[in-house]
């Protein structure tokens, strides 16, 4: 946790935030922190600063938030991920976010088992949680977009069309052309589930104006894909 | 599992390998394959191919390799690493395999948590098959060197000098300069645990040679981290 993120609803009052429960079990155990110090906070969806330790017990703490610093950037990347196993996109949703991903987009496909999508990390109260792990991790305040589509054919046809952006990417391991690296500018890459997208899907992403690219010899988990890309197109 | 790889002890006769375990049932129940299918193979250390699948059973498959293409290159990294939480570890050596670092050493710092060392971990076999599955992810046949050094000074005094190359990096969250990208040269990056090197290990890295340099604005956990740098300098 490298910032303490609060919202309009931890204000004790005008000028003071209560925490309680997770968040102040942190700070007097594992920052260890005491009356007078001072800490890193954010209000959730707005500014950055710091906060003095007014009061603090076995149950509370009060801090007095100065705010006068804006969250670190987003990037201008749209991420669209075909559903994985619940265990990999909960790391593609961690360390997208913490890297500052501005918007995921996650789909069906073919290779992507139904079942997945009755996984109870899907309910959004969890996909919430993890996004705020990362922007305490990562020193944000503002929760990336999150949307899903559990029709491939609807969504390449009617939704993706609308996401387009400068540079539009779809990743495939057997793509001819090597992805570029730092574009620094809006772009929407795909990313398929364990696999790779099928033929007929990579075909529908080029009919939609994206470019299929390889990312190198070497076939890697989807997070792991995702974090790298990210990088490489970022920096 | 995107490639299956055997070593010596796994030779029936001269021509034919024999798997069983877990590389038998991925053939059967995931990859659902029979005889006279054809099979992504490689020998641990050596090259890699394709595989007839000339018998079958319930308990094991006869396989005829044909080795004729090297396995990706390795990208030309040394990871100097601190000690962090062994789940963080897992990762880092995961996706640090699977793309392609040559070499980890597994370094003190003041702020690992000297706990971490007793982590059943680090017991070398369980270090083999983490980097076992990361090769077999990422189409490997190549385990990368590593080492480990639990004593700081002498690290940074005997060590440290002699794994120096083209370019040295210490990542440091509040370092001036940005780090480069796309150098693709013979690099050793030497990357903090959570809450990063203190002052004087990063003086020390310093005082050999290496430059300080950030990663952006965000704070990245430590897999996280190794993976977008290794993304950024080698693209």
Redesign the interface.
Known sequence: M?ILLFSNSDHYDDSLIKLDGRRHKHIRHVLKAVKGDNLRVGQIGGKTGSGIIEFINEEYVLIRPELNENP??KIPLTLIISMSRPKSMKKVI??GT???ISSFVIINSWKADKSYWQSPFFLEQNIKEEMLMALE????TCYPEISFYRLFKPFVEDVLPKLVKKICLVAHPYAEKQ?P??INCPSVVAVGPEGGFIPYEIEKFEEAGFLSVNM??????VE?AV??????LF?
């Open positions: 490298n670190p950037e961690r360390y913490a890297m500052g991790q990562s020193g944000d992805a690296s730092s190198g010899p070497r076939i890697l988990r792991n974090a790298a890309i990210t990088a490489r920096t």
